[in-house]
Nanobody, 124 residues
């Protein structure tokens, strides 16, 4: 079993920045992809970003490319999401997840374990 705890969410004005963290425990996740997803009120959970086990390969949703950066520290069993130039449409609960293997795939079904989420609210 893997436990994931997200942190770093909050309220920020449009154009601002936040850095989300996701700490894993219960198992070393260095050989697994880790992803960030988000779910806004009334919408389905959607892919945001993912990173391979090694950290060399990354994928982003088109809506966040150039604004968000995913990274990981395998020594700390932690993945991060740096979010810049935030927009009101980025408002959502953000979830991290551990993939079934090292490949950074965007599909929700690729991820086995999920955190409880952290709220990000961007005001206009």
């Amino acid at each position: 079993q893997v436990q994931l705890v997200e942190s770093g969410g909050g309220l920020v004005q449009a154009g601002g920045s936040l850095r989300l963290s996701c700490a894993a425990s219960g198992r070393t996740v260095s050989t697994y992809a880790m992803g960030w997803f988000r779910q806004a009120v009334g919408k389905e959970r959607e892919f945001v970003a993912t990173i391979s086990g090694s950290g060399y390969n990354k994928n982003y949703a088109d809506s966040v490319k150039g604004r968000f950066t995913i990274s990981r520290d395998n020594a700390q069993n932690t993945v991060y999401l740096e979010m810049n130039n935030l927009r009101p449409e980025d408002t959502a609960v953000y979830y991290c997840a551990v993939g079934k293997a090292a490949a950074p795939l965007p599909a929700r079904g690729w991820y086995d374990y999920w955190g409880q989420g952290t709220q990000v609210t961007v005001s206009s």
